[in-house]
Nanobody, 127 residues
């Protein structure tokens, strides 16, 4: 089993920054990738960013490219998400996720590709 614990959420104003962290524990030795998803009220959970543990390849949703940076992976836990130039539309509960085995690239970008999830941390951006 794997346990994921997010931290770093909060309330900020538009244009400000936040850094989220995700601490993974348990049977993480076979981790292939870790990612962040978010879910706003009455919306589907959507992909934000991901990083492969081997090689460190990074993936981003178009809506956050150039503003968010994912880091960590391998033995460099916790994984982090640096969020700059935050916008009100970034308001959501952010979830950390872990992919426990190899999957094709397309599965890194979707919710169904991940095996473990954290409880989420709230990010609120006021205008």
């Amino acid at each position: 089993q794997v346990q994921l614990v997010e931290s770093g959420g909060g309330l900020v104003q538009a244009g400000e920054s936040l850094r989220l962290s995700c601490a993974a524990s348990g049977r993480t030795f076979s981790t292939y990738a870790m990612g962040w998803f978010r879910q706003a009220p009455e919306k589907e959970r959507e992909f934000v960013a991901a990083i492969r543990w081997s090689g460190g390849a990074e993936y981003y949703a178009d809506s956050v490219k150039g503003r968010f940076t994912i880091s960590g992976g391998g033995s460099k836990t916790p994984m982090s998400l640096q969020m700059n130039s935050l916008k009100p539309e970034d308001t959501a509960v952010y979830y950390c996720a872990l992919m426990a085995r190899w999957r094709v690239r397309e599965e890194i970008l979707v919710r169904g590709g991940y095996d473990y999830w954290g409880q989420g941390t709230q990010v609120t951006v006021s205008s």
